[in-house]
């Protein structure tokens, strides 16, 4: 027995969603299938349309928004002087909740990597100029994972803003709170060493 | 920063689905905004619909189909005598998968629980009843999960079925192919020396 080919079509879908295979979207397609009412699938259904079709990238910061200017950059409480430089709009959203920073964001998109043919000329700076220069921005803050094309996109992103009158600066590195030291890795340890505070 | 509305909505349909929490449920809506091409997304959006609008279950043995008989009812190749009971239609795919059973099926869908609600009554058997008289039915096999409820919805079906023309017959319990036996439960063990067979 074949599948009924609308199911057939709603599991190959969800086997697109990243580490979901072939017995997860099974039961992701019968728990649609017995427990979703009538509404909440076509809720769903509209939500998936929604995303691609409403979502759009800020004009300003690339962080995705459903208007041309996003939410934190229209914010008027935000300290407009500092920009935290993220990898992915997802990123903001971890900072966000933690509610920590309240300067500004911009997403790069990508990290360098030639490896999958990702080259400094294909990470978009330019809104990122203009706005440092249109709004006297004075610091810069890299917050990009510390992996091989992150310290990568890093290192280029500071080089760029070298020439620009403004202050780059990296989030720090170093032993994650509550870790069991046991279980770190030697560049974490080395690297805590190497930044270490004097009380 | 809240999410977009869109999103938000998104992210709360994936968390409706068995086993995915507030993270999953983000990774997901960010690989929908990221990685699927607009036709994927709407394939998607539309399968959701789908399952929703065209499946409905077979008139005779209650499997999910598209028509009112589904493919193995009406398939003249597969043995028309015996009936596999099972949970659920999803229990159906994993048996024709084996390939090993050429019979009907038929889905109970509930099984008795009192805990949850769900009583004798609650478990439809008119289908199948009819269906052994109508087509002269030889045997049921009772392929239902070893749980409590299983065993009790079991026994109830069994004992329903004594009045019938009918041999009724259970899957066999014992050690899985292939396991250690030091991981085994007690009761899968002593099963397993009760139901001995001699070579």
Known sequence: MNY???????IESFKKLPGVGEKTAERYSYAIINNFEKEDSQFFSKSIQDVKEKLRKCDKCNNITESSICELCSDKRRNKKVICLVQDSKDIILFEKIGFFNGLYYVIEK?????????????????????????KIEEVIIAIKPTIEGETTS??????????DVIVSKIAHGIPI???MEYLDPLTLELAIKDRKTF
Do not use: H, Q, W
């Open 4 to 10: 009924p080919n609308c199911l057939k079509n709603l």
């Open 111 to 135: 990290l360098i990597s030639p490896i999958n043919g990702v080259g400094p000329e294909d990470i978009n700076l330019e809104k990122l100029f203009k706005r440092i220069e249109d709004e």
């Open 155 to 164: 290192l280029y992103i500071a080089r760029m803003l070298e020439k620009k």
């Open 178 to 180: 509550g870790t069991d």
